[in-house]
């Protein structure tokens, strides 16, 4: 069964401490995408990738790092210089023109 | 700057009666339009889109209307059913539904049995 799996579900991490955020699809989609969502915002990009080993920054960049190193996989890590981690991250992946297809996304808290 | 906007962030609508959603752009580059379905805790769905080519696309239930000399689109669903309760985000691109999309903020639909 395709699909994009993010995990974990639920993150909690320290304040000051980097953590990663996996995405994974099956869907041989080329391109991947990271999104944040805020309470009551729409979703903001924070980068994406159009193929292996590329990756561009989205409009929120800033304080977040991805790779690209598989096809099927598209990872974000949060370092300590975001200044508001707390947030619902979603990941999504495409293929040609088709639209994007959404992981369940995973909500990270700062302690 | 937000690129994508919808306003009135929800609607409370009866069972079987239409649901209209609305959304202006401002960029005159976007010709590629979606709209995307989301429960609570649940990554987005793609419910339907239009190129800028057209100015309508039906799918079931759904209909997408695009006004592009005014940059309005609207979502009309009908009729509507309470499993259609839900946030609905209207996106955009400039060059097809892979590349980078701005999402405006949502409405809010609840569909009253």
């Known amino acids: 069964d395709g699909g994009i799996t993010q995990s974990p579900k639920y993150l909690f991490r320290k304040e000051g401490q980097n953590v990663t955020l996996s995405c994974e699809q099956n869907?041989?989609?080329?391109?991947m995408y990271w999104y944040r969502q805020d309470p009551g915002q729409g979703l903001r990009l924070i980068y994406y990738?159009?193929?292996?080993?590329?990756?561009q920054k989205g409009d929120i960049a800033e304080g977040y790092s991805v790779s690209r190193e598989k096809k099927e996989s598209f990872p974000l890590t949060v370092t300590s210089a975001q200044k508001n981690p707390t947030a619902f991250y979603l990941c999504?992946?495409?293929?040609?023109?088709?639209?994007?297809?959404f992981g369940d996304g995973t909500r990270l808290s700062i302690l | 700057d937000q690129q994508v906007k919808q306003n009135s962030p929800s609607l409370s609508v009866q069972e079987g009666r239409i649901s209209i959603l609305n959304c202006d752009y401002t960029?005159?580059?976007?010709?590629?339009f979606l709209w995307y379905k989301k429960y609570p805790a649940e990554g987005p769905t793609f419910l339907i889109s239009?190129?800028?080519?057209?100015d309508k696309n039906e799918d079931g239930r759904f209909t997408v209307f695009l006004n592009k000399s005014a940059k309005h689109l609207s979502l009309h669903i009908v009729p509507s059913q309470p499993g259609d309760s839900a946030v609905y985000f209207c996106?955009?691109?400039?060059?097809?539904?892979?590349?980078?999309?701005?999402f405006g903020k949502g409405n809010q639909v609840v569909v009253i049995p």
């Open positions: 999504a992946s495409s293929i040609g023109t088709q639209p994007q297809h």
């Open positions: 869907l041989n989609h080329d391109a």
């Open positions: 990738s159009q193929i292996v080993n590329d990756f």
């Open positions: 960029n005159s580059m976007f010709d590629y």
């Open positions: 239009i190129s800028s080519i057209k």
């Open positions: 996106a955009a691109s400039a060059g097809g539904g892979n590349n980078r999309l701005a």
